[in-house]
Nanobody
Framework: QVQVVESGGGLVETGGSLRLSCVAS??????MGWHRQAPGKQRELVAIISRDSITNYAASVKGRFAISRVVANNTVYLQMNILKPEDTAVYYCSAQNVIRTYWGQGTQVTVSS
């Protein structure tokens, strides 16, 4: 049984930092990543990382966010710096195996202006 569990969201002021963590279990995963969904908007890619640490970022977060991964324990992190109010959203962790992509339940990130 595959499980994907995020942690680390919260409330932060503009310009602050947060670190999100995600642990996936129950399979071997190729790509892991982070997506977000703001109220009234579609879910969008934030950052993804492959097993050999090839990364891809949304243009809106490039230079501010950093994704990293520990393959041995299926853990992925998202270090978020210089946070802006427009980063406010529910952040979802994704973990992809050969069959499908699995999603966590989401963690709220709120950036106050």
């Amino acid at each position: 049984q595959v499980q994907v569990v995020e942690s680390g969201g919260g409330l932060v002021e503009t310009g602050g930092s947060l670190r999100l963590s995600c642990v996936a279990s129950g399979s071997i995963f190729s790509t892991m990543g982070w997506h977000r969904q703001a109220p009234g908007k579609q879910r969008e890619l934030v950052a993804i990382i492959s097993r050999d640490s090839i990364t891809n970022y949304a243009a809106s977060v490039k230079g501010r966010f950093a994704i990293s991964r520990v393959v041995a324990n299926n853990t992925v992190y998202l270090q978020m710096n210089i946070l802006k109010p427009e980063d406010t959203a529910v952040y979802y962790c994704s973990a992809q195996n050969v069959i499908r992509t699995y999603w966590g339940q989401g963690t709220q990130v709120t950036v106050s202006s």
